[in-house]
Nanobody, 117 residues
Framework: QVQLMESGGGLVQAGGSLRLSCVAS????????MYWYRQAPGKQRELVAQ???????DYQVPDQGRFTITGDNRKNAVYLQIDSLKPEDTGVYYC???????????WGQGTQVTVQT
């Protein structure tokens, strides 16, 4: 069993930055892929970025230059830095842990990000 705890969300002004954190307990980050998703009000959850335990990253948002995902194997954590925040970044951000060797996966409870003008 893996428990994921996200933190770092909040209310920020447009143009600001946030660093979201997700710490996994119960299982190591090694041999896993960790993801950040977001769900805007009234919209489907979408993949923002992913990082493997080896450090390989991939981004799925159009303006990916504003996002930086990093993983920390020692802390079993993944981070998402969001710069130049826009109102359309508003939503709940979720962390997901997926095993690279099987179907096991877990989701966090999410952290709310609200960007105001």
């Amino acid at each position: 069993q893996v428990q994921l705890m996200e933190s770092g969300g909040g209310l920020v002004q447009a143009g600001g930055s946030l660093r979201l954190s997700c710490v996994a307990s119960g299982r190591a980050f090694s041999n896993a892929i960790m993801y950040w998703y977001r769900q805007a009000p009234g919209k489907q959850r979408e993949l923002v970025a992913q990082v493997t335990s080896g450090g390989t990253t991939d981004y799925q948002v159009p303006d990916q230059g504003r996002f930086t995902i990093t993983g920390d194997n020692r802390k079993n954590a993944v981070y998402l830095q969001i710069d130049s925040l826009k109102p359309e970044d508003t939503g709940v951000y979720y962390c997901r842990w997926r095993s690279r060797t099987g179907p096991e996966q877990y989701w966090g409870q999410g952290t709310q990000v609200t960007v105001q003008t």
